[in-house]
């Protein structure tokens, strides 16, 4: 497969089949949660926000968004070089929270306690051929 370009249709459809056959309601501790990625900085110069869904560890939502428009229990935000280093695999979701890389909306305590169930969602993107 060739790598597909960040954010575009073709990732977005590509990416959601891979989700949804690897991530299950083991891989993330039966996790119910809303969040909103936006990444900043586009090449493009566009901010582009991505929802992802889950309930009960089940994949429920996965698509772009108007970020004025979606009402989510977590909001991620970061540069687009810093989403390029975690979809990547270089750096881990807590780490890049925790080092100021990305920057985290929502109740702090349920996210620190959520954030490991974020590990396997973007260990599965690190998978998906994309180009940056």
């Known amino acids: 497969m060739t790598d597909l370009m960040f954010m575009s249709p073709e990732w977005m459809i ?12 083991q891989t993330t501790n039966n996790a119910t949660l809303s969040i909103a990625m936006t990444v900043e900085n586009c090449p493009d110069g566009k901010v582009k926000t991505l929802v992802f869904e889950t309930d009960k560890g089940n994949i429920k939502t996965f698509k772009h968004a108007d970020p004025a428009s979606i009402k989510t229990e977590f909001a991620i935000s970061g540069d687009y070089h810093s989403y390029e280093k975690l979809f990547r695999g270089q750096i881990e979701p807590t780490s890049a929270i925790m080092g100021g890389e990305l920057k985290l909306k929502g109740n702090m305590l349920k996210a620190m306690r959520l954030l490991p169930t974020l590990e396997p969602f973007f260990a599965v993107l ?3 051929p994309t180009r940056f």
């Open 126 to 128: 690190s998978k998906v």
């Open 14 to 25: 590509e990416t959601e089949k891979v989700l949804r056959a690897k991530i299950t309601p």
